[in-house]
Nanobody, 129 residues
Framework: QVQLVESGGGLVQPGGSLRLSCVIS????????IGWFRQAPGKEREGVAC????????IYGEFVDGRFTISRDNAKNTVFLQMTSLLPDDTAIYCC??????????????????????WGQGTQVTVSS
């Protein structure tokens, strides 16, 4: 069974940092693109970051502004999202998702929710003083 489990969220002050983890099971990580998405109450889900199946291409949402880094460790079945310089507007539930075969067969990353076929339950990130 395909599963993605996020962890690492919590309460952090503005300007702080968090490192989120997405541990996958039920499939081979090196064959799939993985994305991070977020959703705050009353707002639409938005793409945060995506890394291609070969790990050579990444893409970020416009709001990231160089503050976040997505990476993958296939041997550990884990994708990471390192977040720095966090803002109150970053408060949301952060989910990781597996790209479908359309995404897997590309050598570049895309942030298109329609190209992701399996989602984790999410981890809460709260940025507040």
């Amino acid at each position: 069974q395909v599963q993605l489990v996020e962890s690492g969220g919590g309460l952090v002050q503005p300007g702080g940092s968090l490192r989120l983890s997405c541990v996958i099971s039920g499939f081979s990580l090196d064959h799939y693109a993985i994305g991070w998405f977020r959703q705050a109450p009353g707002k639409e889900r938005e793409g945060v970051a995506c890394i291609s199946s070969n790990g050579r291409s990444t893409i970020y949402g416009e709001f990231v502004d160089g503050r976040f880094t997505i990476s993958r460790d296939n041997a550990k079945n884990t994708v990471f999202l390192q977040m720095t310089s966090l803002l109150p507007d970053d408060t949301a539930i952060y989910c990781c998702a597996r790209g479908d075969f359309v995404a897997a067969n590309r050598e570049y990353a895309r942030l298109s929710g329609s190209e992701f076929d399996s989602w984790g339950q999410g981890t809460q990130v709260t940025v507040s003083s």
